[in-house]
């Protein structure tokens, strides 16, 4: 197999990591959205019940404030998840661009190189994030999808920048 298919499968990965996160999250908003609008059909049944009392009427303050904190959590959370799904398109196109340039000689082999450099620099941001992830919350999963993400793009870049592109497998480096 030539390596440039092989950079492509790995590039691809990453691609189907961000989309599968992406609908773990999008189960995970599914049910918040939910519990908030049992939160929204419990405050309008006090509304709906006539004179509400001192009392009662804390209690709704309570759960209207829960409310608009849940339901700007949900926003950012879909906001976020807007912006992995975009950055996970933007890596399967310029990875595809590059895969669509390729040629093992002249100017498009230094236009691939090009193009996949920006795709590793995207991978990079992504490696980055993940790092931060991890020094806040150090869980093995993201210890785990760090290590494997870097691993990627070295191997990846190390086939890219050097005469191994041009090679397959079977050849002899």
């Not at 990591?17 to 939910?34: E, I």
């Not at 006090?46 to 904190?69: C, N, R, T």
Request: hydrophobic fraction near 50%; glycine fraction near 6%; proline fraction near 1%.
């Amino acid at each position: 197999m030539k390596r440039v298919n092989v950079n492509f499968i790995l590039a691809m990965a990453v691609v189907v990591v961000l989309f599968m996160t992406s609908l773990s999250v999008w189960n995970t908003v599914r049910k918040a959205d939910k519990e908030l609008e049992q939160i929204e059909n419990s405050i309008e049944e006090k509304h709906q019940e006539g004179e509400i009392g001192d009392v009662e009427g804390h209690g709704m303050i309570l759960e209207s404030f829960a409310y608009l904190i849940g339901g700007m959590g949900v926003i950012l959370i879909k906001t976020i998840l807007m912006i992995m799904v975009g950055y996970a398109l933007l890596l399967f196109v310029v990875a595809l661009t590059a895969r669509l340039v390729y040629k093992d000689f002249g100017g498009r082999l230094l236009a691939y190189r090009m193009i996949m450099g920006i795709e590793y620099a995207l991978q990079a941001i992504l490696e980055v994030v993940l790092i931060i992830s991890i020094t806040r919350l150090p869980t093995i999963s993201n210890v785990l999808v760090a290590v494997l993400l870097g691993a990627e793009i070295i191997y990846s870049a190390r086939n890219t920048y050097t005469p191994r592109i041009c090679m397959t497998e079977n050849d002899k480096n």
